[in-house]
């Protein structure tokens, strides 16, 4: 639990890290923008329109940039609580950026670990324990039977004392076998087999709902590890996409075949795919370490499995 809090605190700053960053840059590009549309309205080749709209997208952007920061500064507190430091400075992926893929790569080989899990394991342990007690109830109804034995010795003097100065000696010594049957203990021993028989089938219960819970978070931790891979993959292509529809929206707003909302549509689409695949990205690490969570195999060595992807 530990480990996988310490992960989604020291991503959830990088996330924050790179969302004021991307704030910040999508507002120093509307305020070139902005710029751009008020020379072009005082020389009289574009309308007040395009500096009023490049002027409420700037005025958007600041304020989201004045969000991202604050967040930026509630992550990076819970993770100096967390660690107990102050000013504690996370090292982001290094790049480029190159996610390992799950292994085993099939949910039924995670699926099948789920007797390794801590809360599995521990129903296991108490039905074991539900058995044992019935089974102990079960024993009453039996005989006992007892070896005994004893050892002792006495020493007195007095007025006739022997040649050791003793007036007598005495040692006794015992063994035998004790047998005990009981004939009627007023129903207790039944009402006892038939509590820890309840009690038997409680545990199973517990341990069937153990199986199948660890199981069915571990499907869709898998599953959604899976898709947060796929997301990855598909931002990646959008990143792309973007850079060149900015790039000719840009081109065409210069020859005059785009205005200047389609250019800010274009920067704000771009920046804001940049901090879904940040996210994205930190996600598919932490959920994979929740994955093993599930499954019951977390250790310590997958953390240094995460430390190996970062910026040395």
């Known amino acids: 639990e530990l480990i996988v809090r310490l992960a989604q605190n ?9 969302a004021l960053t991307t704030a910040q840059a999508n507002k120093k590009a509307i305020g070139e923008q902005l710029a751009s549309a008020k020379r072009n309205f005082e020389v009289g080749t574009a309308t007040i329109t395009d500096t009023r709209e490049a002027q409420a997208r700037f005025d958007l952007a600041t304020a989201q940039e004045i969000a991202a920061d604050n967040d930026l500064r509630t992550k990076s507190i819970a993770l100096d ?17 190159a996610l390992p893929a799950t292994q085993p790569p099939s949910v039924d080989d ?10 599995v394991r521990r129903a296991q342990l108490g039905f074991d324990i539900a058995q044992i007690e019935n089974d102990k109830a079960k024993a009453g ?12 010795g006495s020493r007195a003097t007095g007025s006739f004392p022997d040649l050791q100065g003793n007036a007598g ?27 820890t028989v309840s009690l038997q089938e409680q545990a199973r219960n517990n341990l069937d709902a153990a199986r199948r819970g660890v199981a069915q978070s571990t499907r869709q931790v898998f599953f959604g590890v899976q898709s947060g891979q796929a997301q990855v993959k598909a931002l ?12 000719a929206t840009q081109l065409g707003y210069r020859v005059g075949v785009r205005v200047n909302l389609d250019v800010l549509n274009a920067q704000t689409q771009l920046f804001t795919t940049q901090r879904d695949l940040s996210r994205a990205r930190y996600d598919v690490v932490v ?14 060595t997958d953390v240094t499995a995460v430390n190996a992807l970062l910026a040395k």
Not at 141 to 152: A, D, N, Y
């Open 81 to 97: 609580q967390l660690v107990g430091r102050t000013n504690v400075q996370p090292k982001p992926l290094a790049a480029p950026v």
């Open 110 to 119: 995670w699926v099948s670990l789920v007797d390794q899990a801590p809360s």
């Open 169 to 195: 000696n005495t040692k006794n010594a015992s063994i035998g076998v004790r047998l005990s049957m009981p004939l009627y203990a007023g129903g207790a021993i039944d009402n006892r087999v038939k509590e």
């Open 141 to 152: 109804h039996l005989p006992t039977v007892k070896l005994e034995g004893s050892l002792g």
């Open 10 to 18: 020291y991503f959830d700053v990088l996330a924050a890290q790179d």
């Open 287 to 300: 959920n994979s370490l929740r994955l093993r969570q599930a499954a019951g195999t977390l250790q310590p």
């Open 236 to 247: 990646e292509a959008a990143e792309s996409s973007s850079k060149l529809a900015l790039e």
